[in-house]
């Protein structure tokens, strides 16, 4: 069985160009590479949801897993980001945190939560240190007390340095917190003024340098490129200034607005510069990952690098792969039990849900039947290396050789290395390895629905 990629439009598998970084695509559409699933309907989800907690599927007791826990609010909202719910008020935060204490303990005692072993736990957002050091330590120790947890399970707190107190600290490490993400975007003072960011610059270096001086728990930075005032030259300095503060790790994130991201509304109005074109991004991108190379910083990923092996970045890896992920939370997404799962986005849908003793469940979907092939293919291309021993067989073929045609016209076009039994990105490959993930993820998903009609 083989398919013909001449079926498969340019925009959707790249293109030929003397300039692969900057041309292969057309642009970056969204962050994540997807596969297509069917929505569960309102009236059936409570009872899916309650079966696969109660009665789990013991063929997937040795899956990975992952707890993700969300923490739905920020102080203010940064012009860029489609992550933004709700304005932090204590009123809000601490109604919620109560919910969230009880949704947590409830999910924990579920057979489906016992039966296996957590290997990385994810508090994200939002801004989870908008939280106050009782709430980070009351939750980072109910973690642990109620969830079995892998003896080296990473367990990350994310947030921003703003009000990150030396006692907030100390009580997140004391929760049992053991590595640290904080959002940067960018360290200089205009970059970060034009996008709403709190602090200036001698600020976020002090307190990340000081943060990360402690040697107490890995501190990893999120930068992105393509701001508005961000040039190369911006960009470069926002680089030399992670190396400064000896924080031991960094996302480069080139910047995807899309929803309802207040930037492009300031953009119209004239009242800040365009953020970057995508080849811009893509010269960025060179930039970023040449500079790395050069102060030896190790590459995790196609869009992350660890300065030392304490920062490992097992959620990042983990939940991109065949992983299972419990949600908590309000807006929390994740997949057990070969259903996709989104929780209530508004506070008062998911805290009366809690209160009603119902799981907050908004939206569910029965992932496809090869899910878990299209999500090694996610994180094979996440790795920037695409292992034939790691893609399975369709149809007594290996997956990879099926590929071979996409993976052929990839390495003509400038984006990768084929070996015999690995495709290896370059440089342009990596920075268009989200298109050619959905590209690949395509193609498997239109050809499979193929093979059914016709069988
Ligand atoms: C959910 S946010 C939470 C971070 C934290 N609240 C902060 O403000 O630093 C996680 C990361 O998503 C990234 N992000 C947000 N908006 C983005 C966008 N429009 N394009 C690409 N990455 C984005 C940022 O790098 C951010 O640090
Ligand atoms: S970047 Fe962080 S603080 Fe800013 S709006 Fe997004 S989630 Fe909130």
Redesign the pocket.
Known sequence: MSFQLENYDSSVIGIASPDPLRFAFAKKTS?HAGGMARPIMGEQQQAIYTQVLTQPDTSRINNKRCLYIHIPF?RVR?T????FQNAASRKLVDHYFSSLMTELKLKAKQPWTQQGRFHAVYI??????DLSPDQIQQLGQAIRDYFPLETDCEITL???INRFSDEMFGKALEGGFNRF?????SFNTQVRRSAK?LDDREVVLERVSSLATTDAAPIVL???F?LPYQDLEVFEQDLKDFMSTGAHGV?L??????GD?P?LNLVEKGKIPPPASTPDKASMYELGSNFMSKHYVKQLSCSHWARDNRERSQYNSLAKTYAEVLPIGCGAGGNIGGYGLMHHRTLDAYNASIEKGELPVAMMTKQHAQADMFAQIKSGFDSGIIRRSELGLIEGQDLFDWFNPLFKHWQGIGLAELESDFLVLNLAGRFWSVSMAQAAIQILQTELQQMLKAS
Do not use: H, K, W
């Open positions: 962050a920020c940064c860029f980001c489609n992550f994200g957002g939002g801004t989870p240190t994310e947030g921003r993400s904080f959002g940067i975007q960011r999120d930068l992105l393509g996302d994130y080139q910047l995807v607005i899309g991201a930037m």
